[in-house]
């Protein structure tokens, strides 16, 4: 009897745990319906409308504007400018993240002082890095002046008026600021490879390289999947570093999606034009990040 009602109450606690638990995150749920849902559900809305921002009369225009933002030569040059940094970004920072990561791994003294050192600036605000580095990189900053003092003046470059230049500027100060935090990650992971493993590795006669392509790589799949997934998702958003820098120019051709989307609206106040670019950075953000992630769970299944 006894057996059948301790039974019968745990079977209950079941039943009202996840009610408790919704309980819980009510409140944030709430918030997060308020702050992200209703915005993005009422910007998709007005994607399809000739809304301007200001009226509170607009008139739906099917797809009419998005058709204009494919057509338009600026949101095809935003779009390749998104794509190039963000697949450079992500490539470039989870391997030199890793690479990193296997060092400070390692038994060196200053490691716990070097971990820090370059994990700081990813905990630094973006647009205080974007003003920073575009003093660095001005034609008479320090960066020239650098150079010029060393002997290296014909390197001396306009960084940012130049378009292929502040691309690559870009990425550059991306992966100098977040490289610490995928290494941070990398780290971790690392540090949960059994240490038996590896050295059954050594015994059977694998080399340094061999260990760790073939048993730590395979065990840092689910912090590669982390990475790469945060790196991509963040760099196809990326808006504070490309306008604190270069505002999107010369003449435009440094602009990402996000950066072309805040002059629309703000600038020229063509808030459907606007609202467009953002349907369709969602839509490439929401495909690309469940490709990426299907491609990458399966890897790790493996």
Request: hydrophobic share 55%; charged share 15%.
């Amino acid at each position: 009897m006894t057996t059948t009602i301790q039974t019968a109450r745990r079977r209950r606690s079941r039943r009202l745990l996840p009610r408790t638990l919704l309980l819980y995150a009510l409140p944030a749920l709430v918030v997060y319906a308020f702050v992200v849902l209703a915005p993005t559900i009422q910007g998709g809305v007005y994607a399809f409308t000739d809304w301007d921002g200001l009226r509170p009369d607009f008139r739906f225009v099917g797809f009419e504007k998005i058709g204009a933002v494919l057509r338009d030569a600026q949101a095809q040059r935003a779009l390749i400018n998104t794509v190039v940094i963000a697949v450079a970004f992500t490539v470039v920072q989870n391997i030199l993240g890793l690479a990193l990561a296997v060092a400070l791994n390692s038994k060196i003294k200053t490691r716990n002082f070097l971990k820090v050192l370059i994990f700081a600036p990813a905990v630094m605000t973006p647009v205080v890095v974007g003003y920073l580095w575009q003093y660095m990189l001005a034609p008479d900053g320090p960066v020239n002046a650098l150079l010029r003092g060393v002997g290296l003046g014909a390197f001396a470059k306009t960084w940012l008026g130049d378009p292929t230049l502040a691309i690559c500027s870009v990425v550059f100060i991306l992966i100098w600021q977040f490289a610490g935090y995928s290494m941070v990650i990398f780290l971790a992971g690392l540090q949960a490879v059994p240490e038996e493993l590896v050295e059954a590795a050594a015994v059977d006669g694998a080399g340094p390289v061999r260990r760790f392509r073939h048993v730590v790589l395979p065990l840092l799949a689910p912090a590669i999947t982390i990475n790469v997934m945060l790196s991509m998702i963040g760099a196809l958003k990326l808006f504070d570093q490309v306008w604190s820098l270069t505002g999107g120019g010369p003449g435009g051709l440094s602009n990402t999606l996000t950066t072309l989307m805040f002059r629309e609206a703000f600038t020229y106040g063509d808030f459907g034009k606007a609202v467009s670019l953002g349907l369709l950075l969602l839509v490439i953000v929401t495909a690309i990040s469940l490709i990426q992630y299907r491609a990458l769970i399966k890897r790790e299944q493996r």
